[in-house]
């Protein structure tokens, strides 16, 4: 991580779950960090994610879809983690458009920019492994059909597709990882607009039980320390420009264990299992886990941390935060 001391980073969604992790780690590094993010109630930010280095980022409150804005404050970094986005599933069905100007347009006009004024800029962006769609076989590789189920993993899969063509058209250096159902400490627990861990997390942890639609299908999940250290990695590695990976978790896992699970380690707590509400069930792509040896093999990530003890590490946090979130 030596690489990073005294380079110039720009993270969008920089005040959000991931990208506020993330600024943390490239400050410990000795990296110059700029935060961009445009705290829309919805979309996760929050000004205590960021509260314990505030002091150590330059923090723009900005939308993605300003474009003479991005050509600001693109121009002079060495490092873009294109981390912006609309991830509500549900509100890009309700929405569209939103979805739509946020997740594509937004990021065509920010890989313009880039190629205008800072064509050295290195690029990672943040996918989604909606954008798979229902599998067709498990575990899911990057050689699967790209066929999502709703307007949000169109509009990923084509920001994805908008970096990999600026990687290979013009050098403007890119990958992307495809995150799945990444949690830990910071994460939106108000709702379950960012993952369905954030509201059960909240509910056990004010007495209340939780929901579990059907709860047979199979996840797996990534620590947020975890998903860090692919963005790092990636930011850092030349072999992955160009490519697309996966993330994926260290156990594959049904939703009922998952839930039994945080009972556990939580020392109490209940659930209800319930039916899928109509609107969910039209978008659900139900078992869904990750094969991650393209990554591995490519630039060495793996997971290391595992759901129980990622799980404790996330109750641990917001039994003394939870009020700066909810």
């Given at each position: ?103 594509c347009r937004a990021q065509l ?180 886990y990750s094969d991650g040896a ?33």
């Amino acid at each position: 991580m030596n690489a990073l001391a005294g380079r110039n980073a720009l993270i969008t969604g920089g005040l959000g779950f991931i990208g506020s992790h993330l600024a943390r780690r490239l400050v410990d590094e000795g990296a110059e960090v700029t935060l961009v993010d445009s705290l829309i109630p919805e979309y996760g930010g929050n000004m205590f994610n960021v509260a314990a280095i505030a002091d150590r980022v330059h923090i723009n409150i900005s939308d993605v879809r300003d474009e003479h804005g991005m050509r600001y404050l693109i121009q002079g970094h060495d490092l873009l983690f294109n981390l912006a986005g609309q991830t509500g599933h549900l509100d890009s069905m309700t929405d569209p458009e939103t979805d739509l100007e946020i997740n594509c347009r937004a990021q065509l006009a920010i890989l313009e920019t880039c190629r205008k004024y800072n064509p050295e800029i290195q690029i990672v962006f943040a996918s989604t492994r909606q954008i798979y769609g229902r599998p067709a076989y498990l575990p899911v590789d990057e050689k699967h059909l790209v066929r999502p189920v709703d307007v949000n993993g169109i509009n990923k899969a084509a920001g994805e597709a908008y970096h990999i063509l600026y990687n290979d058209v013009y050098g403007i250096r890119s990958c992307a990882l495809r995150l799945t159902n990444t949690y830990g400490p910071h994460m939106r627990i108000c709702d379950a607009r960012q993952t369905f861990l954030g509201i059960w997390v909240r509910r056990i942890l004010e007495g209340q039980p939780f929901e579990v639609w059907e709860g047979q299908q199979l996840r797996d999940f990534t620590y947020v320390d975890d998903a860090v250290d692919a963005f790092l990695a990636a930011a850092q590695d030349e072999r992955a420009n160009g490519k697309t990976f996966n993330l994926g978790g260290t156990e594959v896992i049904s939703l009922h264990d998952v839930a039994e699970l945080l009972v556990k380690v939580n020392g109490g707590g209940s659930y209800e299992t319930k039916s899928f509400p109509a609107e969910r069930k039209r978008i659900d792509i139900g078992d869904y886990y990750s094969d991650g040896a393209a990554i591995k093999a490519a630039i060495g990530w793996e997971p290391k941390v595992s759901l129980e003890v990622g799980l404790a590490r996330t109750l641990e946090f917001y039994r003394t935060n939870l009020n700066r979130y909810v």
